[in-house]
Each structure stands twice: as C-alpha cells, then as structure tokens.
C-alpha cells in the first residue's frame, strides 16, 4: 500500500481565540494535499502547557509528533514552518527535529526568498491601502536574531509600490516613537494598524490594540484617527498559498518520489533535517 509523506505543521501556537486561524490553514493545505496526512505540531512550550492543563487540549512538540509517525513506519516527512521570518524560532525548530528518527525535509517560513517578500508585498497591499491621508502600519513581533533584516527588507518592498505603508516592531528595530514620527511626517492624518503575524492573538489584544501602553494608544495620543485589522496574515490564502509553496518544494527533495506523485513541485529545495 503507498504511503504519502507526513505533513506536519509547526507553528508557535496561541492560547486566544486566534487559534481558528490554524483550522482555517489546515483545510487550505489539506485542499492542496489531499493524499497526504497532515499533522500539527506546537514549539511553545508556554502554549503548549496552558492549552493541555486549561484547556484539555492535545498540543504535541514536533519530536512527539514525528515520533509517532516514525512509529506508524514512516521514514520521511515535510515539517512545514509556520513561523514568518528565519529567526530563533525557526532554527529551534531545526534542531528539535533533527532529534527525530524520522528525517525531515524543511519547510521554510514566510519570508525566505526574494519571490516570497514579492507575494507577501503583493497579498498585503491586495488590500487597497490608501495612499493619501491613511498610513498603514504592518506591526511584526521582532528579534535580536539576524533575520531582522526581513522587517526592513519588506518595508523597502512595499514603498516601492508607491502606498504609505510602514513596517515596525513590537521589539527591535523602528520603535514606536520612531514608526509614529514617520508616519506623522508621511501626512496622514489617520493609521491603520496591522498585525505582521500569521496569527493575531495576544499580541494583538495587549501590545498593539490594548487600551494602555499599546501601539493604538500610543497614535492617538499623538493625535491620529487609529483603526486596528483584527485578523492576522493566516486567514489571506495569497499568504496560505506561500507555505503550500514552500512545502512542495521540501516535498521535491525527498528521494523516494513513488511516494511522492507530482503535485505541482518546485525546483528549489530547502536543506533536509
């Protein structure tokens, strides 16, 4: 009987009513892969404790998780990375799964190539954000990791198109004295704030839209009209269609192809784990 290659889904995890932003990129990539069992996988070891103490949930790590495959007798599998830039986040995860009997085939985060900052430039700016008097803000999580380099590396992107979008973050690099100072500059006499994550939890309610010491509350007291984008980039299928992407190439490098049938694969391939 042919056996598909595992697909497991590694994401940060949240302990707020974001977490459907996960179901809604499972039947994505289920849609996409329908041969191929898929599988989800948590890195959060906070997450992973409230949600299985609270909330009875069953959040695994991605080592219980390809153990149970290696298990079941897989020897491959696509651990697909739900993370949005190559940060410490994601090479933890990289040497979590090279724990595992299994051997995995990486799925690369959101931004990786220059053909992944065009779709994600192109998905956000689908959005017609204004060019006059609303400024739009994309507020990511940040790091001291070397990959912050991906922040302004999208902003360069997206003012290439000619929108006054910025890009910012919760920690690092364009503060929020800074990012308020130049969107006050850019004219706009209003901002839309908008979440850089793929899913908009508890960052979202405190640090950007919480009442106090927030980034919402920060612009209106600079005297700006604030409105806030509930959802984060996980519920766009232009960036859902990223990660399917991603993952038929980790799927285009595992040597056994019988039990890989073509789906569409790219050509580029990520290092195997």
């Given amino acids: 009987?042919?056996?598909?290659?595992?697909?497991?889904?590694?994401?940060?995890?949240?302990?707020?009513?974001?977490?459907?932003?996960?179901?809604?990129?499972?039947?994505?990539?289920?849609?996409?892969?329908?041969?191929y069992p898929v599988r989800w996988a948590y890195t959060s070891r906070m997450v992973r404790s409230h949600m299985n103490t609270k909330r009875r949930a069953n959040m695994k790590t991605p080592q219980q998780v390809l153990n149970e495959l290696g298990q079941q007798g897989h020897r491959w599998a696509v651990v697909q990375s739900l993370h949005v830039?190559?940060?410490?986040?994601?090479?933890r995860l990289v040497d979590a799964v090279r724990e595992s009997t299994v051997r995995s085939s990486m799925g690369l985060p959101?931004?990786?190539?220059?053909?992944?900052?065009?779709?994600?430039?192109?998905?956000?700016?689908?959005?017609?954000?204004?060019?006059?008097?609303?400024?739009?803000?994309?507020?990511?999580?940040?790091?001291?990791?070397?990959?912050?380099?991906?922040?302004?590396?999208?902003?360069?992107?997206?003012?290439?198109?000619?929108?006054?979008?910025?890009?910012?973050?919760?920690e690092g690099a364009s503060?929020?004295?800074?990012?308020?100072?130049?969107?006050?500059?850019?004219?706009?006499?209003?901002?839309?704030?908008?979440?850089?994550?793929?899913?908009?939890?508890v960052h979202l309610q405190e640090d950007i839209a919480g009442n106090e010491d927030s980034w919402k509350h920060a612009f209106k007291n600079a005297g700006m009209a604030v409105?806030?984008?509930?959802?984060?980039?996980?519920?766009?299928?232009?960036?859902?269609?990223?990660f399917i992407r991603h993952i038929r190439e980790a799927l285009a490098v595992i040597p056994d192809r019988n039990s890989n049938p073509s789906v569409g694969l790219s050509p580029n391939s990520p290092q195997n784990a």
Wanted: hydrophobic residues 45%; glycine residues 8%.
């Fill in 85 to 91: 830039i190559n940060g410490h986040e994601f090479y």
């Fill in 1 to 35: 009987m042919r056996q598909f290659t595992p697909i497991v889904l590694a994401a940060f995890g949240t302990t707020s009513r974001a977490m459907n932003t996960y179901s809604y990129i499972d039947n994505a990539v289920k849609k996409a892969f329908p041969a």
């Fill in 227 to 242: 409105s806030v984008e509930s959802e984060g980039l996980g519920k766009k299928p232009a960036i859902i269609d990223i």
């Fill in 110 to 170: 959101l931004l990786t190539s220059p053909s992944d900052y065009q779709s994600t430039a192109a998905a956000i700016l689908e959005n017609g954000f204004a060019k006059g008097d609303t400024a739009t803000v994309l507020i990511g999580h940040g790091t001291d990791h070397p990959a912050w380099t991906a922040y302004p590396a999208l902003a360069q992107m997206l003012a290439a198109g000619g929108a006054n979008v910025h890009v910012a973050c919760i």
């Fill in 175 to 201: 503060s929020m004295k800074e990012t308020i100072a130049t969107v006050k500059q850019s004219g706009a006499g209003s901002v839309h704030l908008v979440p850089l994550m793929l899913v908009a939890g």
